[in-house]
């Protein structure tokens, strides 16, 4: 049946059937010339050929490159694991053989080079961390890293920034500050990690004309580099500066700054935030001020509860569970008649654990024929008991 | 006295290894967790030293391939900055220590050397 269908096309194709104008006619006749059909075919095979060459080049370039860096492993471990281990207290005096430095001219070693001291280093504290930088500079790295820096594309010039303060690379200091503010993030973000890996809080002042948004990403990562870092003081001089800073984000990283390292003398600059224009600096304020209350806190907080968003009025009422006094209890009782259920179970869950008798004024809310208290109650008795 | 090593990071694997031979021990180094199982399969050593990040198969089946072996052979477990829940998990394993990288090198040599005195 299909042999049927498809001879009847053919049949239908060759008496030009197929063909929708003569113009098509014409072309269809002039390709199976066979003058045309040889040229046809000519092509054809040249272009294939042309790409049977490209993959064995760029194959074979791939092998190339794959064993030049087996060679040059092979090469580089034994001497540089030697050199790691010295522990004579001058590490420069490295026995480097004149080998390495003629293989070392090509950009693909210097390349492989950096990579594998910088892996290593990483992994490595100790005279064995300071010897392998030492190796970097005598083998003259720093170049390779710099040139990196200076490079048009973002994501070499990152790589390069990567480089020079994992290598703490002191004087490339002020080359990196200036890319805190680059247009392209990953730059950007590279530079703002390696001021701090490089100087500490120090490395901060980029918060003072950053004008581009730091992720939530970035911001973890910043607050982890500063984790090994020793707080000397100086952040409370800072923080009111980037708390009113024109950056939003800017705002958000020094609230978390100021609950992370318990900043209590910017809880004035800090509750100022609870009247940002920006819901989630709001947001973030309402948390810091949980790290760094005083006996202001909870009123601050509930004044600012009716213009809040749904969002931030849960928050709000999350950080009072921790805080709440009994001059907040009117205040809460009242939210029991909020036609949110959870904006109930949430003042009723700060008055039964911040009051003597919070427990049992829900307990009689519970008698009420109408309403959710019975639940609410038996609720938070229940996580009482836990 | 023998130490099998798992790290596939090629030059901090010669780097453990050159340390250790320095203070006397014999080890053997293995890239990844296949050719650690297929050696530790072959011989079973004093000691394993390994990454917990691993291709192949996880330091923690080699921890897991080593104790059901012979529990008394010790293995200290590396892990990277972040990795504390894995570092439990090696414990419940029966890893006899960790040391989370980025680590001290005398550090490690004195661990080793502490746990194969006993």
Redesign the interface.
């Known amino acids: 049946m299909i042999a049927i269908v498809i001879f009847s096309n053919c049949n239908a194709f060759l008496s030009g059937a197929a063909f929708s104008s003569p113009t098509m006619l014409n072309a269809f006749t002039k390709i199976i010339n066979p003058d045309y059909l040889l040229t046809g075919i000519e092509i054809l095979s040249s272009g294939f050929l042309i790409v049977i060459l490209v993959i064995y080049a760029t194959l074979n370039l791939k092998k190339t490159r794959f064993f030049f860096k087996q060679r040059i492993?092979s090469e580089?471990?034994?001497w540089?694991?030697?050199a790691?281990?010295d522990e004579s207290e001058d590490g420069r005096s490295f026995n480097i053989p004149a080998s390495f430095f003629r293989i070392l001219k090509r950009p693909l070693a210097k390349e492989f080079t950096v990579e594998?001291?910088i892996?290593?280093k990483?992994?490595?504290?100790?005279?064995?961390?300071n010897n392998i930088i030492a190796l970097y500079e005598e083998l003259d790295l720093k170049k390779v890293s710099l040139k990196k820096l200076r490079n048009s594309k973002w994501h070499i010039r990152a790589r390069g920034i990567h480089e020079l303060y994992s290598m703490q690379q002191m004087d490339t200091l002020p080359l990196i500050y200036e890319n805190t503010n680059n247009q392209y993030e990953f730059v950007r973000m590279e530079a703002q990690i390696g001021v701090i890996n490089m100087t500490g809080f120090e490395g901060l002042r980029f918060l003072d004309q950053v004008s581009y948004p730091i992720t939530e990403w970035q911001q973890i990562k910043l607050l982890d580099q500063l984790r090994s870092a020793e707080e000397s003081g100086q952040l409370a001089t800072h923080l009111p500066k980037w708390l009113s800073s024109l950056n939003d984000t800017v705002i958000i990283f020094a609230l978390k700054l100021a609950a992370e390292y318990q900043q209590f003398s910017v809880h004035d600059a800090v509750a100022k935030c609870l009247a940002h224009n920006n819901v989630s600096v709001r947001l973030q304020a309402i948390k810091t001020l949980v790290h760094i209350t005083n006996e202001t806190t909870p009123q601050i907080l509930t004044e600012h509860y009716p213009n809040e968003k749904f969002t931030n009025q849960l928050a709000l009422l999350d950080a009072l569970v921790k805080i709440a006094t009994l001059d907040q209890a009117w205040f809460l009782i009242g939210l029991l008649d909020d036609p949110s259920d959870i904006i109930k179970l949430k003042a009723g869950r700060i008055l039964a654990h911040s009051f003597p008798r919070g427990l049992e004024a829900l307990e009689e809310r519970g008698r009420a024929p109408s309403g959710p208290y019975q639940d609410i109650y038996l609720h938070i008795k229940s996580e009482m008991e836990r | 006295m023998k130490i099998l090593i798992a790290e596939d990071?090629?030059?901090?694997a010669?780097?453990i290894?050159?340390?250790l031979e320095?203070e006397g021990y014999e080890v053997i180094s293995c890239a990844d967790g296949k050719e650690a199982l297929q050696k530790l399969e072959e011989e079973l050593p004093d000691m394993v030293i390994t990454d917990i990040m691993l291709p192949y198969s996880s330091g923690l089946e080699i921890l897991q391939f080593v104790k059901a072996k012979n529990p008394l052979t010790a293995v200290i477990v590396l892990s990277a900055l972040g990795q504390e829940n894995t570092v439990e998990d090696a414990f419940e394993l029966g890893a006899d220590d960790y040391m989370t990288?980025?680590?001290?090198?005398?550090e490690l040599a004195v661990r080793v050397k502490r746990l194969l005195k006993k």
Do not use: R
Not at chain 2, 9 to 12: A, F, T, V
């Open positions: 492993q580089l471990e034994v540089v694991a030697k790691i281990l594998e001291l892996n290593t990483k992994n490595l504290t100790g005279t064995a961390a | 990071e090629p030059l901090m010669k780097t290894s050159m340390k320095k990288k980025p680590f001290n090198l005398t």
